[in-house]
């Protein structure tokens, strides 16, 4: 259990006890109470506005109520002073000992501080990346991919079940386009000069090997059999391929789906008419006409019946046709089948989209509400694209992968902690630049080298007291003072962290946390520059170094636990 939630059972205590002694009435919802840090740390460690939420349900004056909670809690033994503030809010500022004890507890728990079962094992399946599977990763798609992973384990984390998908696009036009595609490098390696790539197929070089093996395959068979005949075996071929670079891909950044769901075996198995039935039986579709498009002239719109969702009913804009004029599924048809598919296996879904699939994100969410009768939460996270530059320029596009700059490539440059890490650096709907010199410059402005640079530096001190022969005894905590235990108070709010991030599906909140916990890390530090005394290793005083080195390695514990939780590793040392 948390500080937080350890307070906030204390509080629960106090409030019945209050209760039973005919303070409160019964039955007030407490849902709406919370025990959190105060905005402004100098008001204390922990605030609460119990008596703000309770005392109008109550029907007492708030400041008159918080009076009688602050008498309950000031006999707690971890506290050392309650204050009430303004027209009722509650302020404690807990003993020395308690943070102390939570320091304790940081080396105690190790890698499972932090850990929380907040989720009581809810299942969450989490789709992410999905790229269509035409080529190979490009940095288009390595955002999202990051979010949805460090998403998945954050929630791991936090007590979910959580399966990892990835939805294979296999059944649209566009795998037609590879195959056709895939033709023309096929008859490429069997000698023939095809010139220019033809407008409107795949022009990268990564199709010369699914060529050269169709040919080893086929040999000339196929060169001028008509496409009926090659379609599908070069198509079936081709996303086989394009599947297993894109899981390399993936695997440069740390990334290993649970599951892949393909579009073409989901539309096979007869997945969209089970939907459309379920809804029909349930008059969620019917047969009807679209509005003609706005603007558009009459003579270039014709009438036509369709099998129409009633998105409307779950707040869309118009209702959606989940079949086209000659009866196969649109898109949102195909998609709605999936989603239907996804929630009979679990409990809550996550989309990490794109931010150009914005449009799409109300009808796909009546969707899954019809379907599931609004009992499985649905979120979707739109992911901003990022801007590629070097020292503030623009990067060039890559031939070789047809026009984009390939996840492989930045991995190769930069390495994929620091890919990862910077992915995380902001919230995923705000716009990023990632820039190459910038992402890997030794400077406090580069989040990723500040954070790495806390932990090598934690790492380094062991090293540094052995080397300078101190003989350490068992830590003594009461060696650490004011300044020491401020930094207790941010690492034990990591725990908090975790819940909230977690909660808002929100994994950029690690490493916001992370950035604050080393500037505070190596602002103590530093003080050591100016007086010898404040530094963690003084070799005239056992004692003290002991304590010290003791708060460092808490701190290096939360630093790890952290990186861990974003996929990255902790390094200790740098070049």
């Known amino acids: 259990m948390t500080l937080y939630a350890r307070f906030a059972t204390y509080l629960d205590t106090v409030l019945d006890r209050m209760v039973a002694a005919g303070d409160l009435p019964e039955g007030l919802d407490r849902k709406g109470v919370t025990v959190e840090p105060p905005r402004d740390p100098s008001h204390g460690d922990l605030a609460t506005n119990a008596a703000m939420v309770l005392a109008k349900p109550a029907g007492t004056n708030p400041r008159a109520l918080a009076e009688r909670i602050a008498a309950g809690l000031q006999a707690l033994e971890e506290v050392a002073e309650v204050s009430v503030a303004g027209p009722g809010f509650l302020n404690m500022r807990l003993t020395d000992s308690t943070w102390r004890a939570e320091l304790a507890a940081i080396h105690a728990e190790g890698a499972d501080y932090g850990r929380s079962d907040m989720g009581q094992g809810v299942h969450v399946n989490i789709e992410y990346v999905s790229a269509n599977p035409t080529g190979p990763m490009h940095m288009g798609h390595c955002r999202g991919a990051v979010v949805g992973d460090a998403l998945a384990t954050l929630l791991q984390y936090a007590g979910h079940k959580v399966t990892r998908e990835y939805y294979i696009n296999d059944a649209g036009g566009q795998v037609d386009v590879l195959a056709r595609s895939a033709h023309v490098r096929y008859r490429e390696a069997l000698g023939e000069d095809v010139g220019a790539i033809p407008e409107g197929l795949y022009p990268g070089d990564y199709l010369i090997p699914v060529g050269q093996k169709l040919a080893a395959e086929y040999g000339d068979a196929m060169v001028s059999a008509p496409e009926s005949t090659w379609l599908v075996?070069?198509?079936?071929?081709?996303?086989?391929?394009?599947?297993?670079?894109?899981?390399?891909?993936?695997?440069?950044?740390?990334?290993?789906?649970?599951?892949?769901?393909?579009?073409?075996?989901?539309?096979?198995?007869?997945?969209?008419?089970?939907?459309?039935?379920?809804?029909?039986?349930h008059d969620l579709v019917y047969d009807g006409v679209l509005e003609a498009p706005k603007g558009e002239a009459s003579d270039d719109w014709e009438p036509v019946e369709l099998p129409l969702f009633r998105s409307t009913k779950f707040g869309d804009d118009q209702d959606r046709p989940i079949k086209k004029s000659n009866g196969s599924w649109t898109y949102f048809g195909a998609d709605m089948a999936y989603h239907y598919q996804k929630a009979q296996a679990a409990d809550q879904l996550i989309d990490i989209w794109g931010a150009d699939h914005a449009g799409t994100v109300k009808r796909i969410q009546a969707a899954v509400a019809a379907l599931t009768g609004g009992k499985t939460r649905f979120d979707v996270k739109l992911v901003q694209m990022v801007r590629l530059l070097r020292d503030g320029e623009p990067v060039k596009m890559s031939k070789r992968s047809g026009n984009f700059v390939t996840l492989a490539d930045v991995v190769q440059e930069v390495g994929k902690d620091v890919v990862r890490f910077t992915m995380l650096t902001r919230k995923a709907d705000a716009q990023m630049d990632f820039d190459f010199a910038k992402v890997v410059e030794a400077s406090k402005d580069n989040p990723v080298f500040y954070v790495q640079y806390a932990h090598a530096r934690i790492s380094s001190l062991d090293r540094r007291a052995a080397e300078a022969g101190i003989a350490l005894p068992a830590p003594d905590l009461s060696r650490l003072g004011t300044g020491e235990l401020e930094l207790v108070k941010r690492a034990a709010q990591f725990p908090r962290i975790v819940e909230a991030a977690a909660q808002n599906r929100e994994p950029h909140r690690i490493a916001f946390y992370l950035n604050d916990l080393a500037a505070s890390f190596h602002g103590w530090w530093n003080q050591g520059n100016d007086n010898p005394e404040l530094r963690v290793i003084v070799a005239t005083d056992p004692a003290t170094t002991s304590a010290r080195l003791f708060l460092s390695q808490g701190i290096g514990q939360i630093i790890r636990n952290g990186l861990a939780l974003m996929g990255v590793e902790a390094l200790t040392e740098m070049q």
């Open 233 to 281: 075996p070069f198509r079936r071929q081709a996303v086989a391929a394009m599947m297993d670079m894109i899981r390399d891909d993936l695997a440069l950044l740390g990334i290993h789906h649970d599951l892949f769901s393909s579009e073409a075996e989901l539309q096979a198995a007869g997945k969209p008419e089970e939907a459309e039935a379920w809804l029909r039986a």
